[in-house]
């Protein structure tokens, strides 16, 4: 849908910002950082799931050279950088953040 659309190329544009954020030192701009890469990985999961019930494929085979399989790429992409950010926080002094 359009709408699932408009939010996958926010989430694309601002993940980089955010695991970023996993490094500065203030502890509540770690914590909300991480808390809202979770969300974000929560939400492509649910679009990924939601491609494979409709199409039988998987998520990087749907639409070849579509908008929907180029966000799909670049979420893949930004995957090692949102890696190194949740490592980076589960190896944290605050507890909070190291748990979540």
Same mark, same amino acid.
């Given at each position: 849908? $359009? $709408?699932?659309? !408009?939010?996958?190329? #926010? +989430?694309?544009?601002? =993940?980089?910002? &955010?695991?970023? %954020?996993?490094? @500065?030192?203030? =502890?509540?701009? %770690? &914590?909300?950082? *991480?808390?809202? *890469?979770? /969300?974000? @990985? #929560?939400?492509?999961? $649910? @679009? !990924?799931? =939601? ?10 085979? @749907?639409? %070849? ?8 790429? !670049?979420?893949?992409? !930004? *995957?090692? /950088? ?7 926080? +589960? ?5 909070? +953040? =190291? %748990?979540?």
């Amino acid at each position: 849908s $359009n $709408n699932r659309e !408009s939010t996958l190329k #926010i +989430i694309s544009s601002t =993940a980089g910002i &955010l695991v970023k %954020r996993c490094f @500065v030192t203030d =502890a509540c701009t %770690r &914590l909300t950082a *991480l808390c809202w *890469l979770h /969300e974000f @990985v #929560i939400f492509q999961m $649910n @679009v !990924s799931a =939601a491609e494979l019930e409709t199409t039988g494929t998987s998520p990087t085979e @749907v639409k %070849r050279g579509s908008s929907k399989h180029l966000l799909s790429e !670049s979420w893949m992409a !930004s *995957l090692p /950088e949102l890696v190194g950010g949740t490592l980076h926080c +589960i190896d944290d002094r605050e507890e909070e +953040i =190291a %748990r979540m």
